[in-house]
């Protein structure tokens, strides 16, 4: 009885934590936005906020963009960083043995830093291969421009490779090969045997990774606010930024756009629970040890 109380305590002062940990900054983004008042000040309710924050064109552009930026840039790193870590994992790729370093290296390197040094490469103006383009390559103007919508894409989705790795190398390490040999020993070629049976058994991991690195590129900052606010491409989260920073601030208007951020991520773990509800269909032999299958890529 002792012990079942104990245990009951703890759930409850764990849930507590957690209510106070997540539910007062969401209550509070819901108390902003549909007030005027400055924090600390008694709140005066009104739908003008809202009706600001989504009722201007400019900002439900910046809106969009942003779900295309995250789109864009989580599926580039799904592909780009799922190879690098099935080439670690599941492959005899001769450089399987340090790939992991070379994907795993930018988190060693503050966003700040890594940002700024693709801005130094990449700058229409002075970006070092730019200059090295127009001196000895003969280019007339500068064939690269980091300030554009795909320029943000591409420091964004270097930037989240390693998170790639991560997520998705532990996955594919893990899988049962028993029936991607019985497919094998079936007549199934390599190619079938990936699409019928590999990806499938991994479309939980896929999907779940997916959906933290959109949610993860709707929210970042550091490549929005380096890059895009000198291009002039603003996005959501950079007008978060620069409602909570104005001066006067404008914390009202800061939180109604951040309820959109957490109405996307809110959906997105929706779809991932609609994705995976039936785990059975993904569960494979277990209960004995196993290496991963190695596939042979030749030369």
Do not use: C
């Amino acid at each position: 009885m002792r012990r079942l109380r104990a245990d009951t305590a703890a759930i409850i002062a764990l849930l507590a934590l957690v209510i106070w940990l997540v539910g007062a900054p969401i209550a509070s983004l819901v108390l902003g936005s549909i007030t005027d008042s400055a924090p600390g000040t008694a709140p005066h309710f009104t739908w003008l906020t809202l009706v600001d924050a989504y009722g201007d064109a400019e900002h439900l552009h910046s809106l969009a963009l942003s779900l295309a930026f995250a789109a864009i840039t989580a599926s580039l790193v799904l592909v780009i960083g799922g190879s690098l870590a099935w080439a670690a994992a599941r492959t005899d790729s001769a450089v399987r043995s340090f790939v992991d370093l070379f994907a795993l290296v930018p988190i060693l390197i503050p966003s700040v830093v890594f940002v700024a040094s693709w801005i130094l490469l990449l700058g229409p103006k002075n970006g070092l291969l730019n200059l090295l383009a127009i001196e000895y390559f003969g280019f007339a103007r500068a064939p690269f421009d980091v300030f554009s919508f795909g320029g943000m894409v591409w420091v964004a989705t270097l930037q989240e490779i390693p998170l790639a790795f991560l997520w998705l190398w532990p996955a594919f390490r893990a899988m049962n090969p028993d029936l991607e040999d019985a497919a094998l020993l079936a007549g199934a070629g390599t190619n079938m045997m990936l699409r019928r049976i590999a990806l499938p058994l991994l479309r939980p991991a896929l999907v779940s990774a997916w959906i933290i690195f959109f949610v993860y590129s709707l929210g970042a900052l550091m490549v929005p606010l380096m890059i895009g606010l000198p291009a002039k491409i603003i996005l959501f989260s950079t007008e978060i930024y620069l409602a909570a920073h104005r001066v006067p601030a404008d914390l009202n208007a800061a939180s109604a756009y951040s309820l959109a951020l957490l109405a996307t991520s809110a959906l997105s773990i929706y779809a991932y629970r609609r994705a995976t509800r039936d785990s059975t269909r993904f569960a494979t032999v277990a209960g004995k040890a196993y290496n991963p299958r190695i596939l042979r890529l030749g030369r």
